[in-house]
């Protein structure tokens, strides 16, 4: 369902990477004069579900937000490094930052339907990039809450607000929302933490069935549901440096990626098994 053909940059620039559907190559990120990640490299694989872990202030969010140029409209915010996305650094400067967060999308972490109703929250993205005929717009909205696992439960109600669904229904229509743009990347900043644990199970059983048409990355302080729900997981802590005059300075790092399985089983890292363990975070 291809109804949108627009590239980042020119389409004979545009080459595909087999593997990965983003790289993290040495990204420093900063806002202001702080530091809040300090060289971070890893692969998101194509298809494959990869977890953000760590302890709060760590840098997860900065991270997954950098990925789709989020942090851009943070006043003093930028990024050093690379992010590669079909060979192309998405921090170059013939880079529309518009188009990264049409391929790259993103879902928060509390659910934030706009005030329209069901069917105008899956329309507003498709609605914004040209698409006018009603009939288009039809199976697109449809199209993306069956994927989103939500259209048996609002199909006869959608002009219903998407306000007044539930917190784990809004959330799908979010989802929905991010699927109705055609993204190749869906990322997910602790998707399920306002949500009680049906719901949670249910996005959990989403992101799995999502993955065999998208990319999924997720932020998550829940290890039982990073261990369930992901393939690769990347574990970041927090590094401190105290200074001569008694002051502190924190910045994030990656302490140890892999296959979830052998991060959570063998971790490489005596920090990554004690913070799985909950010895600390």
Request: with cysteine.
């Amino acid at each position: 369902m291809a109804v949108f053909p627009r590239e980042i940059v020119k389409p004979n620039t545009m080459l595909s990477n087999e593997r990965y559907a983003v790289e993290l190559r040495h990204v420093n990120i900063f806002y202001g004069r702080y530091q809040a990640v300090k060289n971070i490299s890893f692969p998101i694989e194509r298809h494959k579900i990869t977890a953000l872990i760590g302890p709060s202030g760590c840098g997860k969010s900065s991270v997954l937000r950098a990925i789709n140029r989020m942090n851009d409209l943070v006043p003093g915010a930028r990024v050093e490094g690379e992010i590669i996305y079909r060979n192309q650094n998405l921090y170059a400067d013939y880079v529309d930052p518009v188009e990264v967060r049409r391929r790259i999308g993103m879902v928060f972490q509390k659910p934030n339907p706009f005030p329209k109703s069901i069917f105008d929250n899956v329309a507003y993205g498709p609605r914004l990039l040209g698409v006018k005929k009603k009939s288009v717009l039809d199976e697109i909205v449809e199209h993306s809450l069956r994927q989103a696992a939500l259209w048996d439960e609002v199909k006869n109600d959608l002009k219903k607000s998407g306000l007044a669904l539930s917190g784990g229904q809004q959330q799908r229509l979010c989802i929905a929302r991010a699927i109705a743009v055609e993204p190749d990347v869906i990322l997910m900043d602790e998707p399920a933490s306002a949500l009680d644990p049906i719901a949670t199970q249910r996005i959990e059983e989403l992101m799995r069935e999502l993955q065999s048409n998208y990319t999924i990355a997720i932020v998550t302080h829940n290890m039982q549901q990073a261990q369930r729900a992901s393939d690769y997981t990347a574990f970041f802590n927090i590094r401190k440096q105290r200074f001569d005059d008694g002051t502190e300075t924190r910045w994030g790092e990656l302490v140890e990626f892999g296959r979830t399985d052998d991060v959570f089983m063998s971790p490489e890292k005596e920090e990554t098994a004690d913070y799985i363990a909950g010895r600390f975070g």
